[in-house]
């Protein structure tokens, strides 16, 4: 999936970016063993009634052996995808989300989205110093929902692509439940029964994503497999409640917003940087003052 550059030529990364890079070497593997598993079909006669995916694939096989998720573990998941926020640069120097027209924080998963949010705000407040930032979209769930006692001081809320909803709006939340889920959403994902492996369950936010992914692997990109939409509380939700052998499942980042989350995690670093490069200094002015206080009498020299 065009993973090529993610190590950032050596530099030191924020964490989430390093998790990245983790899920990044994963994929490839991924990617690779597919290859190598499509060819080997191709040259083989197919077997009599090979067993289906669906029993290697836990999105699928409920009935699988193993065990659920935490609700740490479920949410560590989703931060390896980072959200956007549109951020309000205060005069201390620090930062602040900044709610959006309708008085609440939006969380983004599309820089599209957010960036086209951002110009509208920057219109309607001219004098503010607005900006974006990045959060773990596990934190942004739990924050959204009101999970892991987490309290907000304001209405917060998650936007999934405005493109991929206006798409396919709720066809991943089962009908009897559309109701009930009418408040937050819909946040659909993809995934296919003809993907991933034992080690590798990728759900995509994009069907172009997931379209990408079947063509590294060696397929035909137009003739990628219908992907079955679900909805990223279903997925939590079966996580928590169903025992399943939920590990392989990894959230692939969507590729159109890799550009700005490399972005701002570059500007991360260096903010950091300079910080640790002030805290450094102040540290060694006060070594200074104090040898020039004890030379001066001032101040009694330290203990041997």
């Given at each position: 999936m065009g993973k090529g550059g993610r190590g950032g030529g050596g530099k030191k990364q924020p964490k989430q970016a390093l998790a990245a890079d983790d899920d990044a070497a994963l994929l490839d593997a991924a990617i690779a063993q597919a290859a190598a598993e499509r060819a080997q079909m191709k040259q083989q006669p197919p077997a009599p009634a090979p067993p289906s995916s669906r029993a290697r694939n836990a999105l699928?096989?409920?009935?699988?052996?193993?065990?659920?998720?935490?609700?740490?573990?479920?949410?560590?998941?989703?931060?390896r995808v980072m959200a956007f926020t549109v951020a309000r640069l205060l005069p201390d120097g620090s930062k602040d989300v900044c709610p959006s027209s309708d008085g609440s924080v939006t969380f983004y998963t599309d820089a599209a989205d957010v960036n086209a949010d951002l110009a509208e705000l920057k219109a309607?407040?001219?004098?503010?110093?607005?900006?974006?930032?990045?959060?773990?979209?596990?934190?942004?769930?739990?924050?959204?929902?009101?999970?892991?006692?987490?309290?907000?001081?304001?209405?917060?809320?998650?936007?999934?692509?405005r493109r991929v909803v206006q798409e396919v709006g709720e066809a991943g939340v089962p009908a009897d439940l559309r109701s009930r889920m009418a408040g937050a959403g819909p946040?659909?994902?993809?995934?296919?029964?003809?993907?991933?492996?034992?080690?590798?369950?990728?759900?995509?936010?994009?069907?172009?994503?997931?379209?990408?992914?079947?063509?590294?692997?060696?397929g035909a990109y137009e003739k990628a497999p219908e992907p079955t939409v679900t909805d990223l509380r279903i997925v939590v939700a079966?996580?928590?409640?169903?025992?399943?052998?939920?590990?392989?499942?990894?959230?692939?980042?969507?590729?159109?917003?890799?550009?700005?989350?490399k972005e701002l995690a570059s500007k991360a670093d260096r903010e950091a940087a300079v910080t640790q490069g002030f805290a450094a200094g102040t540290q060694r002015l006060k070594a200074v003052a104090k040898a020039v206080a004890v030379e001066n009498g001032d101040e009694p020299p330290p203990l041997a």
């Open positions: 699928a096989d409920k009935s699988k052996a193993g065990s659920v998720l935490s609700m740490p573990d479920t949410l560590a998941k989703m931060d309607a407040h001219p004098d503010a110093k607005l900006g974006v930032d990045f959060t773990p979209l596990g934190r942004a769930f739990a924050l959204s929902q009101g999970l892991m006692g987490l309290k907000p001081p304001c209405p917060m809320r998650i936007q999934f692509s946040f659909p994902l993809f995934f296919s029964e003809r993907l991933g492996s034992e080690a590798f369950t990728p759900v995509f936010f994009t069907r172009a994503d997931l379209n990408e992914f079947w063509a590294n692997t060696g079966r996580t928590l409640q169903e025992p399943g052998q939920w590990e392989p499942l990894h959230y692939i980042p969507p590729k159109a917003s890799e550009a700005l989350t």
